[in-house]
């Protein structure tokens, strides 16, 4: 079956650790995303991938990075820098521009990250 | 102003009434628009795109305003299932930059 999926469900982190999380898509989706939601807050972009190789930072990249290395695979890794890390990480894929107008996105299940 | 803005709600409405959102947008670019429901601790799911000329599924009915930049979403006899998150989307077809407003709270009351 298609889909995104997200790994791990659930993460704990202790303070100062870097701690990557994973989405792979099987739907041969150009364009990749990754937000962040806080509780009972909407959802927030941190980065996001067009193509292969190249990505662009949303609006609050800092303390995040990510590859872009396969069409399949858009890997996060927060960082020590990010202050705040606790939160509720979503990734999602759609075809981007060349699939068209209306081309809409799906999320994989979402990973729960806490700092302990 | 924001580029995706909602109400954020909470909207309690009696079971069988209709209810309606709207969600404006900043980006008069701006040429894909969704509605997306997100049940509590899950990740988003579409509900419906919104096109130009409107478009209705079932009790659901969107529709999209350029003029105005607002976009909107109509349920009809309303389920206590109905009991969501609705979250407005844009993608900004230009960088493909898809951006979420914060949602608006449902509660259907029996």
């Known amino acids: 079956d298609g889909g995104i999926t997200q790994s791990p469900k659930y993460l704990f982190r202790k303070e100062g650790q870097n701690v990557t999380l994973s989405c792979e898509q099987n739907?041969?989706?150009?364009?990749m995303y990754w937000y962040r939601q806080d509780p009972g807050q909407g959802l927030r972009l941190i980065y996001y991938s067009q193509i292969v190789n190249d990505f662009q930072k949303g609006d609050i990249a800092e303390g995040y990075s990510v590859s872009r290395e396969k069409k399949e695979s858009f890997p996060l890794t927060v960082t020590s820098a990010q202050k705040n890390p606790t939160a509720f990480y979503l990734c999602?894929?759609?075809f981007g521009q060349g699939g068209g107008v209306g081309t809409e996105a799906f999320f994989g299940q979402g990973t729960r990250l806490t700092v302990v | 102003r924001k580029e995706v803005e909602q109400d954020p709600g909470p909207f309690n409405v009696p079971e069988g009434a209709t209810v309606a959102f709207n969600c404006t947008y900043s980006?008069?670019?701006?040429?894909?628009f969704f509605w997306y429901r997100q049940d509590c601790r899950k990740e988003p799911k579409l509900l419906m795109s919104?096109?130009?000329s409107g478009n209705e599924d079932g009790r659901f009915t969107a529709q999209l305003n350029r003029a105005s930049q607002y976009i909107s979403l109509l349920i009809r006899d309303s389920k206590l299932s109905d009991s969501a998150t609705y979250l407005c989307v844009v993608n900004q077809n230009r960088d493909d930059k898809i951006i979420f407003g914060k949602g608006t709270r449902l509660h259907i009351l029996p």
């Open positions: 919104v096109y130009s």
């Open positions: 980006n008069s670019a701006s040429q894909s």
């Open positions: 739907l041969n989706h150009d364009a």
């Open positions: 999602a894929s759609n």
